[in-house]
C-alpha cells in the first residue's frame, strides 16, 4: 500500500486559493495548519512525510513540526488506509450497549480480521475510536464522512455491501 | 534592577528578598534550597509539565509548582513537607516504571537528575514490577546526536531548545499519552550548528553525545572552567579531563556572554589540545641543526639573542595567545623599534543561536583579536613578515607559521620560535621554546565585546613545556628587567599597570565570569 | 422536542424546541421562529449592558466547569487595546455528552446568534467555532449555516446594519478529546498539539494568539439569545432546587433506558424522574445499579444515589459527584463496573496529551492494573495501589484530565468494591481484555 508513484503537490491551483481563504481567517499562518492537513488527507487519503515536507514549505513551519502535531491529532492517517475507513465508538456508553459486538461484525465482513489492517481487497480498514459524540445512538460508526447512528451486528452485513 | 520592587517571602524557615516575578523555584535558590525540577531549566522558557517541582504554599490548598510560580510578600512556601515529598516521590515512582535499570551502561550516570532525585526522594521499592517496560530502539537524530526513548521523560527541555532558543523545531514531541516520544521527521537531522546543547540540557541519558559514547563515567572526570578559542565570541566552558586528557567541552554558563550554550564547532574544538606530536624540550641550533637542551641554556640563549637594542624586531602572535602573553612578549622587544602582528582565519557569516541576543558562532574564528589589538598587535601579518628582513630579531608566539618559509624567518638577525608544535619553517629559528596550550595554563582572553575572562589550566603541559607568561618572565629576568613571575596572576597584575585597557583589573575581581575593560575604566 | 423523541411533558424545551424541525436550520426558517431578534436588540445597547444582563440571568457555563458567564465575560478588557477573541467550544468529546451537536445540527442559527452577541459584549472581532472533526454533519450544517448569516448581513462588515464588523469562522478538530480544555483548544486553533496551558496567565488576558479571549461552550452560547428575549428573570425565575443554578439544561442520556437521547430539563429536575419518567426506565427486564450524571469525569453514583439525586450544580455535589456537561450515562444490572472502570481508564489514557508526568504515566498504568484485574490476576494490594495512584494523579497536574481518570477509578471503587474483589477472589470469570491502547 505505500506510495511508489511520485508526490503529487496538494497546494496547487484552487487548494492553494483554499488554503488562502483559510489563512486570511487567522493573524498567524501557523493557525492554518490543521486545515492544510485536512487538505492534504482529502487529496492523498492520508498524511505521508512528504505531505508534511510540502506543508512545511507552504506554511513556513518545519516538517518535524507538523509531524508532532500529525502524530497528536488521531484523525490524521500516518498510513494508508482502506477505501472506507470505519471507525467504531467503543467508549463506556457504547460499550454497554454493545459497541464490541459491532466491531466483531465489521472485522469479520470486512474481511479486515485485525483493528487497525486493511482488507486484501483494500475496500476496509476498521478501528475502534473513542466517544464519537453521538453515545444516545449507540452504536454510532463513522464511514469516511458520514456518521451512521444506531449500528447493531445484525445491520453491519448491509453496510459493508453499502460501502463496498 | 536596583530600583525593582522586591518580595520578601520564607522558604523552608529562611527569609529572602527577590524581585517582583520572580519564581519560587529561583527565590528558594537563594534560600539555598534546590527544589527538584526537570523541565525547568533557566535558558529555557517555562513549561511546567514535569510536576516533579511541586511545593506548598501556605494557605493555598493544591501544591503548586515551583517553577512557573511567582513569589508573593509574606508567602510561606514549604518543600520538603510531607505532601510535597509524597508528591514528587509519586512522580518519580511515574518516570521510573518505563525507565531501564541501566545505569551501570549509561553515559549519564553521575550526572543524572533522575539518578539523584530517585536517590534523594525516591522510593525504595517498586510496585511495577509485575508488567513489561516499554522497549524502543536507539534512534540517530543525526550530527553527534543520540537518542534513547527508553530513558526519556518527556521533559521537552529539547524540543524547546530548538524550537525557541535555536528556532529551528527539528524535533517534536510525538504521539499522546503513554505512547509519547521525542520524534523527527525522517528527512530532518539536529545538525544545527547549536544543537549539541540538547545532550547537556537532557536531564537524563536520553539524549547522549556520539563523540563521548562510553569514553568515561562522570565520576572520573576533572572539570576545570576555561574559555573557548574556537572565535571571538568568548564562550565560557568546562574542560572534561580524564587522566590528563580533554575528553569533553560543555558550556559554563555566563549571562553576559553565552548564557547556558556553546556551538558545535567550540564544542568539538578540543582534540588539538591532546595532541601528542608536541615540542617537549627546549631546541637550540648548533650548525644548522636544533638540538634538544635544557632550560638553564635555552633562557640564557634567549637573553643573550633579545639583548640587543635599537633595530628592529618583529613579533608574530597568535591571537588566541593570552594577554600575559602578548604583553610579556611586547614588554621584551621594548627596546627595539617593534612591529606587533598577529593574523586571523575570517570566514564568511556568523552562526547566531537566535534565542540568545548577542551570541553566535563568530566569523572571527579566534579568541584574543581584542586582547591582540588592546595590546597594540596589528591584524596586519604579511607586511610584518616583509618586515623581518633586515630586522635584529623576531619573535614567533604559536603562529603556526603557514605560508611563511624558513628563510624567510632567517632574515632576520636572530630568531626566537615559542610555541606547541614544531613547524617546518621555525627549524629556521634559533632557539625553540616549548610552551603549553590554553589547557595547560592560566591566563586571560578578551572577547569581541571587551569582556577579559580568565581560563584555568586543566592538564599538565608535556615534557618540559612551560606556560609563555613563564617562559617570557624568565627571559626578562635573565636580562635583569623582571623578576620570576610565579603565577599568571602575577603577569596579569604587570599588565593591569602598564597597559591602560587593562587598568584596575586583577584576577580576584575578574572572577570566573569576567568584567569588561569598560566597566573596568568606569569603576577605577 | 427532546429529540429524536417528541418532548416530555415534563420538560422545559427552550434550546431544543426546534429540533427535528429542519426547517429552522435556514436563515429564514429561523428568523420565521424568532431569530435574530436578540442580537438586534443587543447591537443596540452598550456591551457592557449585555454583560450586565447576562451576568444577572444567573447563566452557568454548560461545558463542565459551571463557571458564571456574565462574570467570565467581565474578565475580558474593557478598554480595548489589542484584538479580543471568542472561542466557542464545539469539540463535545466527553463520553456521555452529545447535546452540542444535536444544538448545531437542529439550530445553527441558534449558535451563531449566541455567538454574535457575545462577541459583541466582549468586543471581539472574530469568533472561532472549534467543531470536532468528527462531526462532520454538524460541521456541513454549521457552514451553511454561516454562508448564509453573511448573505443576509448578520455577519461581515456592518453586522445587522449595526455598522460593526463581526467575524465567525469554523476550526475543524482532527480527533482529540483534550482539545475541549478550552486552553487546549486555544493551542489547537493555533495550529500546535493540543496541548493545555499552565495558568496564570489566563485567557482573558492571554488567550488566542497571546490575546484577551473567552471560551465559552454550544450550549451556554446558545441560551443567550433567550435571556436578551426574555430578560434575566425569567431566566434567574427557572431553578427547581437551588437558585444559584438556574435556567434549562439539556441532558444526554446514553445507556441502559429504553429511550436514550437528549432532554431539557429546568435545572434541579430529578435524576430519577429524568430516568424513568423521560426516558421510559430501564431496559425491558433490567434494574437500574449505576449512572454517571454528568459526563464520564464525573463520579459515578450508585442506584440509590442515582434516584435522589437532583440535577444542578449543588444537587449534584451533594451526593459526591457533578453536573458536569450534562451527559448522563445509566448502567442496568448487566454492566461489568470492573471492565467498564478500565474500558473508561482506556479513554483517559489515549487521550492523555503527554505532557504531565502523573497524568501520562499514571493513566497507562491504571489501565494494566485493571487489565490484571480483569484477567484475574489481580491480588487484593491492587485496589490500595489504584487508589494510591488515583490520590497521586489528582490536582497536581496542568488540567483535570488526570484528575478525571482518577474519580472514576476511585468512586467506581468506593461504590463497587465487591466487583473488583470478585475478580480477585476467583468468583467472576475472567474477563476477555480486548485491544489495548493505541
Ligand atoms: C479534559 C477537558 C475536556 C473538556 N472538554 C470540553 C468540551 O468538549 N466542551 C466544552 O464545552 N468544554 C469542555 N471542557 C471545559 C472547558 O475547558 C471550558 O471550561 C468550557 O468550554 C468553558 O465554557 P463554559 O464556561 O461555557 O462552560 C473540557 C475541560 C477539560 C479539562
Ligand atoms: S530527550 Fe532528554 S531533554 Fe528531551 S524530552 Fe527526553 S528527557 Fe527531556
Ligand atoms: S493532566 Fe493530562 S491531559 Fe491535562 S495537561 Fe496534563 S498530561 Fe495533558
Ligand atoms: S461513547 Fe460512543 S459516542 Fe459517545
Ligand atoms: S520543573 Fe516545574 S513542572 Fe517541571
Keep these: ?128 475510536v473513542e466517544c464519537l459524540g453521538a453515545c444516545g445512538f449507540a452504536t454510532p460508526v463513522m464511514m469516511n464522512e458520514d456518521v451512521i447512528e444506531n449500528v447493531t451486528p445484525e445491520k453491519v452485513p448491509d453496510l459493508v455491501k453499502q460501502y463496498s | 534592577m536596583a530600583d525593582q520592587a522586591l518580595v520578601t517571602l520564607t522558604i523552608e524557615g529562611v527569609e529572602v528578598s527577590v524581585p517582583k516575578g520572580t519564581t519560587i523555584l529561583e527565590a528558594a535558590k537563594q534560600a539555598g534550597v534546590l527544589i527538584p525540577h526537570y523541565c525547568y531549566h533557566p535558558g529555557l522558557p517555562i513549561a511546567g509539565v514535569c510536576r516533579m517541582c511541586l511545593i506548598e504554599v501556605e494557605g493555598t490548598p493544591k501544591l503548586q509548582i515551583g517553577c512557573a510560580t511567582e513569589v508573593a510578600q509574606g508567602q510561606v512556601v514549604k518543600v520538603f513537607g510531607d505532601e510535597a515529598l509524597k508528591a514528587r516521590e509519586s512522580v518519580l515512582e511515574f518516570l521510573l516504571i518505563n525507565h531501564p535499570l541501566d545505569c551501570p551502561i549509561c553515559d549519564q550516570a553521575g550526572e543524572c537528575e533522575l539518578q539523584n532525585y530517585v536517590f534523594q526522594e525516591g522510593r525504595s521499592n517498586t510496585r511495577y514490577a509485575e508488567y513489561a517496560k516499554r522497549f524502543s530502539p536507539v534512534e540517530d537524530f543525526g550530527a553527534d546526536v543520540l537518542y534513547v526513548p527508553n530513558r526519556c521523560i518527556l521533559c521537552t527541555r529539547c524540543v524547546r531548545f530548538m524550537e525557541h ?97 556553546i556551538c558545535d ?89 537566535s534565542g540568545v541576543p548577542g551570541l553566535a558562532l563568530r566569523a572571527e574564528r579566534a579568541a584574543n583579536v581584542a586582547g591582540a589589538t588592546a595590546l597594540g598587535y596589528r591584524d596586519d601579518f604579511d607586511a610584518a613578515v616583509q618586515a623581518i628582513e633586515g630586522a635584529s630579531l623576531v619573535i614567533v608566539v604559536a603562529d603556526d607559521l603557514e605560508g611563511v618559509s624558513r628563510e624567510a624567518l632567517q632574515k632576520a638577525v636572530n630568531a626566537v620560535y615559542i610555541g606547541t608544535i614544531l613547524p617546518d619553517a621555525a627549524r629556521g629559528a634559533a632557539l625553540v621554546l616549548p610552551v603549553a596550550n590554553t589547557a595547560e595554563e592560566d591566563g586571560t582572553l578578551v572577547n569581541r565585546d571587551g569582556r577579559v575572562q580568565r581560563y584555568l589550566q586543566a592538564k599538565s603541559a608535556p615534557g618540559m613545556a612551560r606556560p609563555v607568561w613563564w617562559v617570557l618572565g624568565e627571559v626578562l629576568k635573565e636580562l635583569g628587567r623582571g623578576e620570576s613571575l610565579f603565577s599568571a596572576d602575577e603577569a596579569f597584575a604587570l599588565m593591569a599597570e602598564a597597559e591602560g585597557s587593562f587598568r584596575g583589573l586583577s584576577y580576584a575581581n575578574l572572577g570566573m565570569h569576567g568584567r569588561t575593560m569598560s566597566e573596568a575604566r568606569v569603576s577605577v | 422536542m427532546g429529540y429524536p423523541h417528541k418532548p416530555h411533558e415534563k420538560e422545559t424545551v427552550i434550546l431544543s424546541e426546534y429540533f427535528g424541525d429542519a426547517e429552522a436550520r435556514s436563515y429564514d426558517g429561523w428568523v420565521k421562529r424568532g431569530g435574530y431578534k436578540a442580537l438586534k436588540a443587543s447591537l443596540e445597547m452598550q456591551p457592557a449592558e449585555v454583560v450586565e444582563i447576562v451576568k444577572s440571568s444567573g447563566l452557568r457555563g454548560r461545558g463542565g466547569a459551571g463557571f458564571p458567564t456574565g462574570v467570565k465575560w467581565s474578565f475580558m478588557p474593557k478598554e480595548k487595546s489589542k484584538p479580543h477573541y471568542l472561542c466557542c467550544n464545539a469539540d463535545e468529546a466527553e463520553p456521555g455528552t452529545f447535546k452540542d451537536r444535536e444544538i448545531m445540527r437542529w439550530t445553527p442559527h441558534a449558535l451563531i446568534e449566541g455567538c454574535a452577541i457575545a462577541q459583541y459584549a466582549i468586543q471581539a472581532e472574530i469568533t472561532y467555532i472549534y467543531i470536532r472533526g468528527e462531526f462532520t454533519e454538524p460541521l456541513r450544517i454549521m457552514q451553511a449555516a454561516l454562508d448564509d448569516a453573511y448573505g443576509n448581513g448578520v455577519l461581515g462588515d456592518n453586522a445587522m446594519g449595526s455598522g460593526r464588523r463581526l467575524d465567525m469562522y469554523i476550526h475543524r478538530g482532527a480527533g482529540a478529546y483534550i482539545c475541549g480544555e478550552e486552553t487546549a483548544l486555544m493551542n489547537s486553533i493555533e495550529g500546535q498539539r493540543g496541548n493545555p496551558r499552565i495558568r496564570p496567565p489566563f485567557p482573558a488576558a492571554s488567550g488566542v494568539f497571546g490575546m484577551p479571549t473567552t471560551i465559552n461552550n454550544v450550549e451556554t452560547l446558545a441560551a443567550v439569545p433567550h435571556i436578551i428575549n426574555r430578560g434575566p428573570e425569567w431566566y434567574k425565575s427557572l431553578s427547581l432546587n437551588n437558585e444559584k443554578s438556574c435556567g434549562t439544561k439539556l441532558f444526554s442520556v446514553s445507556g441502559h433506558v429504553q429511550r436514550p437521547g437528549n432532554y431539557e430539563v429546568t435545572m434541579g429536575f430529578p435524576l430519577g424522574e429524568l430516568i424513568n419518567d423521560l426516558c421510559g426506565g430501564m431496559r425491558q427486564g433490567r434494574t437500574l445499579k449505576a449512572c454517571i450524571p454528568g459526563g464520564s469525569s464525573v463520579p459515578i453514583l450508585n442506584r440509590e444515589e442515582t434516584e435522589s439525586c437532583l440535577l444542578d450544580y449543588e444537587g449534584c455535589v451533594e451526593m459526591g459527584t457533578m453536573l458536569g456537561s450534562g451527559g448522563v450515562i445509566v448502567f442496568d444490572d448487566s454492566a461489568d463496573m470492573v471492565y467498564q472502570t478500565m474500558r473508561l481508564a482506556r479513554f483517559y489514557a489515549h487521550e492523555s496529551c503527554a505532557q504531565c508526568t502523573q497524568c501520562r504515566e499514571g493513566t497507562g498504568w491504571t489501565v494494566r492494573i485493571l487489565e490484571r484485574i480483569l484477567a484475574g490476576q489481580g491480588e487484593p494490594k491492587d485496589l490500595d495501589l489504584l487508589l494510591d495512584l488515583a490520590d497521586q494523579m489528582t490536582g497536581k497536574t496542568i488540567c483535570v484530565l488526570s484528575d478525571s481518570c482518577a474519580a472514576v477509578v476511585i468512586s467506581t471503587i468506593k461504590r463497587f468494591r465487591n466487583e473488583f474483589e470478585a475478580y480477585m477472589a476467583g468468583t467472576r470469570e475472567p474477563g476477555v481484555v480486548a485491544a489495548g491502547v493505541g
Excluded at chain 2, 308 to 337: C, D, H, W, Y
Design chain 1, 1 to 128: 500500500m505505500e506510495q511508489t508513484t511520485e508526490y503529487a503537490p496538494v497546494f496547487t491551483g484552487d487548494n492553494r486559493k483554499r488554503l488562502d481563504e483559510v489563512l486570511a481567517r487567522y493573524p498567524a499562518k501557523r493557525a492554518g495548519l490543521l486545515a492544510a492537513l485536512w487538505m492534504v488527507q482529502e487529496q492523498h487519503g492520508w498524511v505521508s512525510d512528504e505531505a508534511m515536507a510540502e506543508t512545511a514549505d507552504v506554511l513556513g513551519l518545519t516538517p518535524s513540526y507538523i509531524k508532532g502535531v500529525v502524530t497528536f491529532y488521531t484523525m490524521y492517517h500516518q498510513h494508508p488506509v482502506g477505501k472506507t475507513f470505519v471507525q467504531v465508538c467503543t467508549t463506556t456508553p457504547c460499550n454497554i450497549c454493545g459497541a464490541e459486538e459491532v466491531v466483531e461484525a465489521f472485522l469479520e465482513h470486512t474481511g479486515c480480521g485485525d483493528l487497525g489492517a486493511t482488507s486484501p481487497d483494500g475496500k476496509f480498514t476498521v478501528i475502534e
Design chain 2, 165 to 261: 532558543v535555536a528556532e529551528e523545531p527539528v524535533l517534536n514531541v510525538s504521539e499522546r499519552g503513554d505512547r509519547a516520544f521525542i520524534g523527527i521527521h525522517p528527512d530532518a537531522t539536529l545538525d544545527h550548528e547549536w544543537a549539541g546543547n540538547v545532550v547537556d540540557l537532557c536531564p537524563v541519558g536520553s539524549l547522549i553525545s556520539k563523540d563521548f559514547l562510553h569514553k568515561a563515567r562522570a565520576w572520573e572526570l576533572d572539570r576545570t572552567p576555561s574559555v573557548c578559542t574556537g572565535c571571538s565570541q568568548g564562550c565560557n566552558i568546562n574542560l572534561d579531563t580524564r587522566s590528563d586528557v580533554v575528553v569533553r567541552i560543555r558550556p559554563r554558563p555566563n549571562p553576559e556572554v553565552n548564557r547556558h550554550f
Design chain 2, 265 to 353: 564547532t567550540g564544542r568539538m574544538h578540543y582534540r588539538w589540545m591532546n595532541r601528542g606530536d608536541r615540542i617537549e624540550a627546549p631546541l637550540i641550533s648548533r650548525g644548522g641543526e636544533l638540538q634538544a637542551t635544557d632550560w638553564d641554556h635555552a633562557l640564557s640563549e634567549a637573553a643573550r639573542l633579545v639583548s640587543g637594542s635599537g633595530g628592529r624586531a618583529v613579533v608574530l602572535i597568535s591571537p588566541n595567545a593570552s594577554n600575559e602573553a602578548m604583553f610579556l612578549a611586547k614588554r621584551l622587544v621594548a627596546q627595539f623599534t617593534a612591529t606587533l602582528a598577529f593574523r586571523v582565519e575570517r570566514v564568511d557569516g556568523e552562526i547566531p543561536l
